[in-house]
Structures are given as C-alpha cells and as structure tokens.
C-alpha cells in the first residue's frame, strides 16, 4: 500500500486493515444513484479492483443524484465510471460489464446490489446463494429505505422480503440526493466493517425522522436459502 497516499486511512484503520481493503475485488451491480457513490469511495479507499455492472447511458435527469456530469450525458454509465476511478487512483483495476452473469460474480470477492428493479434484487440473491458468496443491498425510496449485509449462510434477501414485490425502490416517490449519499455511506461502512467482522446485518432508515435502526431477521425454511428453490434463475445461473 502506498503509505504516502493513504497515510490518514491508515491511521484510523491501522495498516492490517488498509492492506486488507487494498487487496479486494469488488462487484458493483448498477451504478446509478447509490451504486455510482459506492464506485467513487471504493477507488479513494484503494482497493484492488472494481467490477462495474450495467448498460444504461447517462440521461441528464441523473445528475440531481448521480456521480456524472453534463459532458456524461449519452455515455455508458460503466465508460463514465471507469474515466472516473482512473482519475481518482489509476492504480485501480476497472472490469466493466453489460450484463448479468454467473461467472462474473464468481470472479469477486463480494458484491453490492445497487439495482432499483425488485426482480433484479431476486436475482442477484439468488446467485449469492448459488455461489455462497455474502453481498451487500441497498433500496431506498425518498428519504427512507434498507440496507445491510448478507450472507446466505444465515439468512437471505428473501427473507427480508418474502417475494413481495412492493419493496422500496427509487421510482416510487422520487429521491432525496441526501438519503443516496447516506445510504451509499453507509453501505461502504458495511464492506470495510465486513472484513474483520462478517456478521450479517441489516438496517431500516428514516432520514426524515433522523432515526436508523437494526432490523432482526429471522430464517424460517427458506425457499432460496434453505431450500434452494430458485424462482429467478435456473439453478442459480442466468
Ligand atoms: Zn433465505
């Protein structure tokens, strides 16, 4: 690790962990409102690599809550956040991707879901499962949504949410730029909290009511986790 550069980091992570989240591999799927942030504080920490995933150009009403400008307008979102990490730390390795496949996920180390669409959501849980890998979720919708930290071992996506499909999303009630960095923030504080303790976790936030609160999951003979009955994917594949 570059002791020059990231001196403040390692003073308050110590150079263990500094040196940990230098050698991460990271999946970013969607990088829009929060995925797009999430790139950003991914390529300042330094880590190893990052994975973007989408296919969406930049439209110019993504600027109010977006990490892209006007010149980015009609651009590849993954395009735009690979000149951007490159400006940032060069020395980050950018991977980028159109579309949903097993096997670029099972390239990382772990991934965030950053996607709006609640069928997405199903999927990217369902790989996690297949693939056993722990992964980070997002959704937010105003100023109120849920994030946390999941590993398939102890509970999944789906058992959150039970295969409702009214699940918060950023197309329900518009956004409030705050609540994106907030949550993007906190989702990052997740990854790196991940590494030394992997416990999952889940939380609810209000930011109108100031208030953030732990979410207690419990798994009760899961059709995804525990069964493995896929509903999205055919065998956890795409
Ligand atoms: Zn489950």
Redesign the pocket.
């Known amino acids: 690790m570059d002791k020059a550069r990231f001196f403040p980091q390692i003073k308050f992570f110590g150079e263990k962990l500094s040196d940990e989240i230098s050698k991460k591999e990271v999946l970013v799927v969607g990088i829009g409102g929060i995925g797009s942030w999430i790139v950003e504080m991914l390529a300042r920490m330094g880590v190893k690599k990052i994975g973007v995933l989408d296919y969406d150009r930049v439209e110019i009403h993504n600027l109010t809550r977006q990490n892209y400008r006007e010149k980015d307008v009609g651009s590849l979102k993954v395009d735009t956040s690979e000149e951007r990490v490159r400006e940032i730390n060069s020395k980050v390795m950018v991977e980028k991707f159109n579309e949903i496949k097993l096997e670029y996920f099972k390239k990382f180390d772990l991934f965030f879901d950053c996607v709006d669409n609640i069928d997405t959501k199903y999927l990217l849980n369902e790989i996690s499962?297949y693939i056993g890998k722990p992964y980070i979720f997002g959704t937010i919708s105003g100023n109120r949504g849920f994030f946390g930290y999941i590993d398939?071992k102890y509970?999944?996506f789906?058992?959150i949410y039970h295969g409702k499909r009214d699940c918060v999303s950023c197309r329900d009630e518009g956004i409030d730029v705050s609540s994106v960095f907030f949550i993007s923030s906190l989702m990052v504080k997740l990854f790196i909290r991940s590494i030394f303790d992997p416990s999952p976790r889940v939380y609810h936030f209000n930011l109108s009511e100031f208030s953030i609160e732990e979410v207690k999951v419990k798994?009760k003979d899961?059709r995804?986790?525990?069964r493995r009955d896929f509903e999205y994917s055919r065998d956890g594949s795409v």
């Open positions: 499962v398939p509970f999944c789906y058992d798994r899961c995804i986790c525990m």
